[in-house]
C-alpha cells in the first residue's frame, strides 16, 4: 500500500486532535459555561429591575399629567388626610398601610381612561397599562402590584423611609411610585437598609 510523506517525513492526511488538545478545549468549554451560568441570571434580573423602572416612570408621569388636568391626584385625599392612607396606591404591603385609598389596580383603571369613583369625568387616557390584565391588575416582574402615593397636602413631597410620620416628608418629589423587588415586600424602613431591593421611581 502506497504511503504519502511530506517532505519533513510527517505522513500527511487528516489529522486528529491529541488528548491535550482536547482536554483543553473541553476545559475552554466548561469554564464558559460556568460563566455562561452565572452572567445569565444576573441579566435576566438586570433586565427585570429595568423594566421595573421604566413601568414606574410611565406611571409617575401618568399621575402628573392627571393632576395637570384636574388640579388634583386621583384620589378624595385632602390637605388634611393622611398620604398613606388617602393618597396611596398598594396591595398587599404593610408599608403602606394596611387600607390604602384602593389597589393599584383601581389607580391603572383611572388612568387609563375610566371614571371610577368619579376621578375621571372626562375619561382621559393618561396611562398605556399595555402589561395590564383586562381588570388592570398591573403586576411587577416579580409578580407583585406597584404601589404609588402622591402629595396630597402638596407640603414639598412624601413620607416613605422611617415610621410613617406623614407630616414630615422626606422624598422631595410630589410622586412616588415603587416596586416591592425580587423579595416582594415593600421594605423601606431604612434609607440605606442592605435587605432594600425595592425598585424606585424617584431614584
Known amino acids: 500500500m502506497e504511503r504519502i510523506f511530506r517532505k519533513n517525513g510527517i505522513r500527511s492526511g487528516q489529522a486528529g486532535f491529541t488528548l491535550v488538545e482536547l482536554l483543553v478545549v473541553i476545559s475552554i468549554v466548561g469554564m464558559l459555561a460556568g460563566l455562561m451560568s452565572v452572567a445569565i441570571p444576573k441579566a435576566m434580573e438586570s433586565g427585570k429591575k429595568a423594566k421595573a423602572k421604566g413601568e414606574l416612570t410611565a406611571i409617575v408621569a401618568a399621575v402628573k399629567a392627571y393632576k395637570q388636568e384636574y388640579g388634583r391626584f386621583p384620589s378624595s385625599a385632602t390637605a388634611s388626610d393622611d398620604e398613606h392612607l388617602y393618597a396611596s396606591y398598594c396591595t398587599g404591603q404593610s408599608k403602606f398601610s394596611t387600607q390604602p385609598y384602593g389597589p393599584t389596580k ?89 435587605s432594600c431591593d425595592d425598585i424606585f421611581s424617584w431614584r
Not at 167 to 172: F, L, S, T
Open 106 to 194: 383601581d389607580l391603572v383603571s383611572i388612568l387609563s381612561g375610566n371614571n371610577l369613583n368619579n376621578l375621571n369625568p372626562k375619561q382621559v387616557r393618561f396611562l398605556e397599562a399595555t402589561g395590564a390584565s383586562s381588570t388592570f391588575v398591573w403586576l411587577d416582574p416579580w409578580g407583585k402590584e406597584y404601589c404609588v402615593m402622591f402629595d396630597t397636602n402638596e407640603d414639598g413631597g412624601v413620607e416613605y423611609w422611617g415610621s410613617g410620620n406623614w407630616q414630615d416628608p422626606n422624598i422631595r418629589v410630589s410622586v412616588i411610585a415603587l416596586s416591592a423587588g425580587p423579595n416582594k415586600i415593600v421594605d423601606g424602613s431604612a434609607v440605606n437598609s442592605s
